[in-house]
T-cell receptor, first 112, second 113 residues
């Protein structure tokens, strides 16, 4: 059974700093990995999707990497802003399966 | 484009009552997912559909839960009878396919008293 872990559960950093969020998974036979953000009282917004054949994806100030062999992914946020404050979740799907298994998320606070 | 639309946004009801949650996926999306989010268990997949057909309902906790998708633009999740431990935020999501990102609605916050 796939298990997804995100550490730390919460993170606070000053505005302007670069930061890295971590995600690890137990079963490396994944189909894709997605990073989402969730704002309070809202649904999830997809940020980046990395397919199993890819090593990384970039969107603006966000860069996500994937290392299947070690069962890890990182989300790099450059030049953080207060608007980046949210909970960030990673999720993986395994081959032959459209189901996503979610981590418990990292609650990020950017301090102005 | 309109996103995934869920209703109601909030529901408060007494134990034993029937609860029906509704979802309208994004037009053209062939997959629809129902999730439940709690502090204790995080985000869990309950059931998902492909082209209106239920594919995997292994996450449905009990027979009290049922889901239908009568057409490509509408799905319901029903709980009968409801219990306090069903209190959670229920999300609906849709996607074009397994290599496409899932789009979530804003959820229904359900409180069973």
């Amino acid at each position: 059974k796939q298990e997804v872990t995100q550490i730390p559960a919460a993170l606070s950093v000053p505005e302007g700093e670069n930061l890295v969020l971590n995600c690890s998974f137990t079963d490396s036979a994944i189909y894709n990995l997605q990073w989402f953000r969730q704002d309070p009282g809202k649904g999830l917004t997809s940020l980046l999707l990395i397919q199993s054949s890819q090593r990384e994806q970039t969107s603006g100030r966000l860069n996500a990497s994937l290392d299947k062999s070690s069962g890890r992914s990182t989300l790099y946020i450059a030049a953080s802003q207060p608007g980046d404050s949210a909970t960030y979740l990673c999720a993986v799907s395994n081959f032959g399966n459209e189901k996503l298994t979610f981590g418990t998320g990292t609650r990020l606070t950017i301090i102005p | 484009d309109a996103g995934v639309i869920q209703s109601p946004r909030h529901e408060v009801t007494e134990m034993g009552q029937e609860v029906t949650l509704r979802c309208k996926p994004i037009s053209g999306h062939d997959y629809l997912f129902w999730y439940r989010q709690t502090m204790m268990r995080g985000l869990e997949l309950l059931i998902y559909f492909n082209n209106n057909v239920p594919i995997d309902d292994s996450g449905m906790p009990e027979d009290r839960f049922s889901a239908k998708m009568p057409n490509a633009s509408f799905s319901t999740l029903k709980i009968q009878p409801s219990e306090p431990r069903d209190s959670a935020v229920y999300f609906c999501a849709s996607t074009r396919g397994p290599v496409q990102p899932q789009h979530f609605g804003d959820g229904t916050r359900l409180s069973i008293l």
